[in-house]
């Protein structure tokens, strides 16, 4: 007898399980969430950047309608501080008198309405002993962060390499403070029985939230509840527990009421974090024929009074190119601003933009090919342990997308192209991004009706998670899509990392990997308890499982199914745990990979006028195993949109004077629209990635960087004029 293999559903483009909810507006956001009694919270935030508290009436506010009450440091309970994590938690707010930055939470108001909590708290009255801010990344009274993580590298003599190099390119770049801009507000409701806390909120890590309040508030972590199953966007904004958090269960505590907490859109330049801004100066020595002799990065970004925010941009020079002489340091600078934090591609986009755009230097210094010189310089093994990459498809990304752009229809020289009165320019860049994965665990359950539910309490930001995570699942147990369910988003389920750093996918594909291992043997246990079964004897390597029916592998007639065995022992479910630790790479024998990938642009400039657009983008990458490539290709989509943004318009300015964010608004703060973004190729390659049984490596940061430095390179190509900062701006092209 014959059978038919049934159609594989990883790698399929499934539409988004939760696709209709979301369109029919029936997902429920956390701003969406209404309890019965509930009132509403509402901030007054420090009008100085630096000093302390001397006077505060909230007497004006307190007799307002609706009013409820108004918490201060002079009357807030003193609370705990959060538990060390990869991202610290600021620390609790309303503890002290001291202002670090403005826009600093100085007052909470609950009322009845948002309307009256809003209206009570623009009238608190607070009067302060200013002092000068410190602002200026070159500010020398600014206290000097110098590599607290360990990431700065150094191996061979870079002194050397740069003195027997035959071409040195020493130049220095400069990145803007960038503003993670979500969509949806972000939102806290918290409601208190007794010591037991319930929390809805905007959130990528609903574990950190959970253990973050019961440290804050001393009560028991498995009294308190966390959930997040769906989160307006939130480009690493979600993945530390914000002072407005705790500030909504303190309201909540205090009335004894359900509180909600939504941030204004300014509230949210201030209070969720941002990107950090850098000077990096890179030094760069070749031979005559393109070989690098040594890489010295060097990186200064901006950290706010009391942060401790992860993002070493001069890293990405230590595995970007083979190179015997390097050297990577990164420093922090602490200013009155409001909290650095995650945003996406952290680091890398940054440090990218400075490594590619003075590699197209150097390319230009030696009459090269700027593809040409990236190809010379391959790192065919890990540039300082010397092991192979767990997989690494960088050739084949440069290979296609010259092929897909027409690379080889560039001219030589700059300004050398042109299209009616535009100048045309064509760039690229290499790009990679470092390796993550953290611990997870999942839940699988079985149910006598041969569907299946599986769950850990992770969240989906809009990547697509609750869908993978339901292909990947059916593909393990064997069933159609349709008969699994996928939850999250709910810390009473098993607990799970952050959605961040590229590694969700990994990590919890790895758990639910286990999982379903975990609980096919179980089955294999049961069946194997009857002698007379067919699976008798089997272990998990001996079977498969096809629609819902472990069978003999190569032998469909030999099996049973998840409900026949089920019933035969009485059982209404059948349920295992499945845990996902990340390997050592010296254990591995081999460099953990991330993903890697090529981007090529063109531009067109008006020479009159500075304008400039995006004509083309072609972005190939490698993303190890595919798990859906609808879902992938739009992530590497918007990624691409928010490196034009970064390259063209995003810029989080800040008032010298103040400390005033000057454009806290989506009306100033500018960010890429549909006309700004012209049509986007993207194609996947490479294979499955040995570090992790899934063989993922994760998407969700890698289509950001290289944007700015493709497009600048670009920039040069079409002008001749070497742009070193980001955003480009009509300035720079007159």
Same mark, same amino acid.
């Given at each position: 007898?014959?059978?038919?293999?049934?159609?594989?559903?990883?790698?399929?483009?499934?539409?988004?399980?939760?696709?209709?909810?979301?369109?029919?507006?029936?997902?429920?956001?956390?701003?969406?969430?209404?309890?019965?009694?509930?009132?509403?919270?509402?901030?007054?935030?420090?009008?100085?950047?630096?000093?302390?508290?001397?006077?505060?009436?909230?007497?004006?506010?307190?007799?307002?309608?609706?009013?409820?009450?108004?918490?201060?440091?002079?009357?807030?309970?003193?609370?705990?501080?959060?538990?060390?994590?990869?991202?610290?938690?600021?620390?609790?707010?309303?503890?002290?008198?001291?202002?670090?930055?403005?826009?600093?939470?100085?007052?909470?108001?609950?009322?009845?309405?948002?309307?009256?909590?809003?209206?009570?708290?623009?009238?608190?009255?607070?009067?302060?002993?200013?002092?000068?801010?410190?602002?200026?990344?070159?500010?020398?009274?600014?206290?000097?962060?110098?590599?607290?993580?360990?990431?700065?590298?150094?191996?061979?003599?870079?002194?050397?390499?740069?003195?027997?190099?035959?071409?040195?390119?020493?130049?220095?770049?400069?990145?803007?403070?960038?503003?993670?801009?979500?969509?949806?507000?972000?939102?806290?409701?918290?409601?208190?029985?007794?010591?037991?806390?319930?929390?809805?909120?905007?959130?990528?890590?609903?574990?950190?939230?959970?253990?973050?309040?019961?440290?804050?508030?001393?009560?028991?972590?498995?009294?308190?509840?966390?959930?997040?199953?769906?989160?307006?966007?939130?480009?690493?904004?979600?993945?530390?527990?914000?002072?407005?958090?705790?500030?909504?269960?303190?309201?909540?505590?205090?009335?004894?009421?359900?509180?909600?907490?939504?941030?204004?859109?300014?509230?949210?330049?201030?209070?969720?974090?941002?990107?950090?801004?850098?000077?990096?100066?890179?030094?760069?020595?070749?031979?005559?024929?393109?070989?690098?002799?040594?890489?010295?990065?060097?990186?200064?970004?901006?950290?706010?009074?009391?942060?401790?925010?992860?993002?070493?941009?001069?890293?990405?020079?230590?595995?970007?190119?083979?190179?015997?002489?390097?050297?990577?340091?990164?420093?922090?600078?602490?200013?009155?601003?409001?909290?650095?934090?995650?945003?996406?591609?952290?680091?890398?986009?940054?440090?990218?933009?400075?490594?590619?755009?003075?590699?197209?230097?150097?390319?230009?210094?030696?009459?090269?090919?700027?593809?040409?010189?990236?190809?010379?310089?391959?790192?065919?093994?890990?540039?300082?342990?010397?092991?192979?990459?767990?997989?690494?498809?960088?050739?084949?990304?440069?290979?296609?997308?010259?092929?897909?752009?027409?690379?080889?229809?560039?001219?030589?020289?700059?300004?050398? *192209?042109?299209?009616?009165?535009?100048?045309?320019?064509?760039?690229?860049?290499?790009?990679?991004?470092?390796?993550?994965?953290?611990?997870?665990?999942?839940?699988?359950?079985?149910?006598?009706?041969?569907?299946?539910?599986?769950?850990?309490?992770?969240?989906?930001?809009?990547?697509?998670?609750?869908?993978?995570?339901?292909?990947?699942?059916?593909?393990?147990?064997?069933?159609?899509?349709? &008969?699994?369910?996928?939850?999250?988003?709910?810390?009473?389920?098993?607990?799970?990392?952050?959605?961040?750093?590229?590694?969700?996918?990994?990590?919890?594909?790895?758990?639910?990997?286990?999982?379903?291992?975990?609980?096919?043997?179980?089955?294999?246990?049961?069946?194997?308890?009857?002698?007379?079964?067919?699976?008798?004897?089997?272990?998990?390597?001996?079977?498969?499982?096809?629609?819902?029916?472990?069978?003999?592998?190569?032998?469909?007639?030999?099996?049973?199914?998840?409900?026949?065995?089920?019933?035969?022992?009485?059982?209404?479910?059948?349920?295992?745990?499945?845990?996902?630790?990340?390997?050592?790479?010296?254990?591995?024998?081999?460099?953990?990979?991330?993903?890697?990938?090529?981007?090529?642009?063109?531009?067109?400039?008006?020479?009159?006028?500075?304008?400039?657009?995006?004509?083309?983008?072609?972005?190939?990458?490698?993303?190890?195993?595919?798990?859906?490539?609808?879902?992938?290709?739009?992530?590497?989509?918007?990624?691409?949109?928010?490196?034009?943004?970064?390259? *063209?318009?995003?810029?989080?300015?800040?008032?010298?004077?103040?400390?005033?964010?000057?454009?806290?608004?989506?009306?100033?703060?500018?960010?890429?629209?549909?006309?700004?973004?012209?049509?986007?190729?993207?194609?996947?390659?490479?294979?499955?990635?040995?570090?992790?049984?899934?063989?993922?490596?994760?998407?969700?940061?890698?289509?950001?960087?290289?944007?700015?430095?493709?497009?600048?390179?670009?920039?040069?190509?079409?002008?001749?004029? &070497?742009?070193?900062?980001?955003?480009?701006?009509?300035?720079?092209?007159?």
């Amino acid at each position: 007898m014959t059978t038919v293999e049934r159609p594989r559903i990883v790698g399929a483009g499934t539409d988004r399980v939760d696709g209709p909810l979301k369109v029919t507006g029936a997902a429920p956001y956390s701003n969406d969430v209404s309890l019965p009694g509930m009132a509403h919270a509402a901030v007054a935030r420090a009008t100085i950047a630096s000093g302390r508290i001397t006077r505060l009436d909230t007497g004006p506010a307190e007799s307002a309608p609706g009013v409820l009450a108004v918490l201060t440091h002079l009357n807030a309970p003193r609370l705990g501080s959060g538990p060390e994590s990869l991202l610290r938690t600021p620390p609790p707010p309303l503890q002290d008198d001291r202002i670090l930055y403005y826009g600093q939470y100085v007052a909470v108001v609950v009322a009845d309405t948002p309307e009256q909590a809003r209206a009570a708290a623009r009238r608190v009255e607070v009067g302060y002993e200013r002092a000068e801010p410190l602002l200026d990344l070159d500010d020398p009274r600014a206290e000097r962060v110098a590599d607290p993580w360990g990431s700065d590298a150094s191996w061979g003599d870079v002194a050397a390499g740069l003195a027997r190099a035959d071409a040195v390119v020493d130049a220095s770049y400069t990145t803007a403070e960038n503003t993670n801009n979500p969509l949806g507000l972000f939102t806290t409701l918290a409601a208190w029985d007794g010591d037991a806390l319930t929390v809805h909120d905007s959130t990528q890590w609903p574990v950190l939230v959970r253990a973050t309040l019961a440290r804050m508030f001393g009560v028991p972590e498995a009294g308190v509840r966390v959930l997040a199953p769906y989160v307006g966007g939130g480009f690493g904004a979600g993945l530390r527990v914000w002072p407005h958090v705790v500030l909504a269960a303190m309201a909540a505590r205090r009335t004894r009421r359900p509180v909600r907490l939504e941030l204004a859109r300014p509230e949210m330049f201030t209070g969720i974090g941002h990107r950090p801004a850098t000077a990096q100066r890179v030094r760069l020595g070749a031979t005559r024929d393109g070989r690098l002799t040594a890489i010295e990065h060097e990186s200064v970004s901006t950290l706010s009074i009391e942060g401790d925010n992860i993002e070493p941009c001069a890293s990405v020079s230590t595995t970007a190119y083979a190179c015997p002489n390097v050297s990577t340091r990164d420093q922090q600078v602490r200013l009155n601003i409001p909290w650095t934090n995650s945003m996406r591609a952290p680091g890398e986009a940054q440090g990218n933009f400075a490594l590619e755009s003075a590699m197209d230097e150097l390319a230009y210094m030696l009459g090269l090919d700027p593809l040409e010189l990236r190809l010379r310089n391959y790192a065919e093994v890990h540039p300082r342990s010397g092991l192979p990459w767990s997989s690494k498809a960088l050739r084949e990304c440069y290979e296609v997308g010259a092929d897909r752009f027409g690379w080889a229809r560039r001219g030589a020289e700059p300004s050398s *192209m042109r299209e009616g009165d535009w100048l045309v320019g064509y760039g690229l860049a290499g790009v990679s991004y470092f390796w993550y994965q953290a611990p997870c665990r999942a839940r699988v359950t079985v149910r006598g009706d041969g569907t299946a539910y599986v769950r850990s309490a992770v969240t989906d930001i809009g990547t697509g998670t609750y869908t993978v995570m339901t292909q990947l699942s059916a593909e393990l147990l064997g069933l159609e899509p349709g &008969r699994v369910t996928f939850g999250l988003g709910d810390t009473g389920m098993p607990p799970g990392p952050q959605a961040g750093g590229s590694g969700l996918t990994a990590a919890l594909g790895n758990a639910v990997h286990a999982a379903c291992r975990a609980l096919l043997r179980a089955f294999l246990d049961l069946a194997g308890a009857d002698p007379a079964s067919p699976l008798a004897g089997c272990g998990a390597d001996d079977v498969t499982v096809t629609d819902g029916r472990i069978h003999r592998v190569g032998e469909p007639g030999r099996g049973e199914s998840y409900t026949g065995i089920l019933a035969a022992h009485g059982l209404e479910e059948l349920s295992a745990d499945g845990d996902s630790e990340p390997r050592r790479a010296e254990e591995a024998g081999m460099a953990p990979a991330g993903p890697f990938g090529a981007r090529f642009v063109e531009v067109r400039v008006d020479p009159e006028l500075g304008r400039l657009r995006v004509a083309r983008v072609v972005s190939v990458i490698d993303g190890g195993l595919i798990l859906n490539e609808k879902l992938a290709r739009s992530q590497i989509i918007g990624g691409t949109v928010g490196g034009i943004g970064m390259a *063209m318009f995003e810029e989080t300015v800040t008032d010298r004077g103040t400390g005033r964010i000057a454009n806290a608004t989506l009306g100033d703060y500018l960010v890429p629209v549909n006309a700004d973004v012209p049509d986007l190729d993207v194609t996947f390659v490479g294979v499955p990635d040995a570090y992790n049984p899934v063989g993922v490596k994760g998407v969700g940061e890698i289509g950001l960087v290289g944007m700015a430095a493709a497009i600048a390179n670009a920039v040069f190509h079409a002008t001749g004029r &070497r742009i070193r900062s980001v955003p480009i701006t009509i300035d720079d092209l007159l």
